[in-house]
């Protein structure tokens, strides 16, 4: 009987082999403070152009960043600018060298009209334990309203 104790109480304290995540960061990284290291993020791109889409279409773009500091870090938080953008981001801890992304989908239904306006939205993006706290991206697009596209055939 006091085998099985033992077996079930060293069973019970052996570590999760869950992933780490932002919580992990701010709760346990020793040098999570104003003097450990940070994470730094470098965009391959912070700007996109769709170009022109028709009024109703979802189209979709990734932001992908490399982590260039020398700590961990994660993004904490993401916004988007209008319901119509829909963000989506990695959410593990992104080491020292690692990568991550932030994919923007933007469902242009209504946005459109005649003159093909340009529309510009943003998604802020915050992260833990970084050089800098957040970036903004930006994209763009020339929506044409699916009824002009209707007379030009005519």
């Not at 992933?19 to 993020?41: A, L, M, Q, R, Y």
């Not at 209008?82 to 801890?93: L, Q, S």
């Amino acid at each position: 009987m006091l085998f099985s104790t033992v077996v079930m109480f060293t069973l019970g304290c052996t570590p999760s082999n869950k992933p780490v995540d932002t919580d992990d960061i701010v709760n346990n990284n020793p040098d999570n403070n104003n003097s450990g290291p940070k994470g730094e993020f470098q965009f391959v791109d912070t700007t996109f152009d769709f170009g022109n889409i028709k009024d109703g279409d979802n189209v979709q773009h990734i932001f992908r960043f490399k982590n260039t500091g020398n700590g961990p870090m994660s993004i904490s938080k993401v916004e988007a600018s209008c319901g119509c953008t829909t963000p989506d981001w990695t959410k593990e801890v992104i080491p020292p060298g690692g990568e991550g992304k932030v994919t923007a989908t933007f469902d242009s239904k209504g946005k459109g009209g005649p003159d093909n306006p340009l529309v510009e939205k943003s998604i802020e993006v915050y992260f833990d334990n970084a050089v800098k706290d957040y970036i903004v991206l930006t994209f763009t697009s020339h929506i044409l309203s699916s009824e002009s596209d209707e007379h030009e055939g005519h």
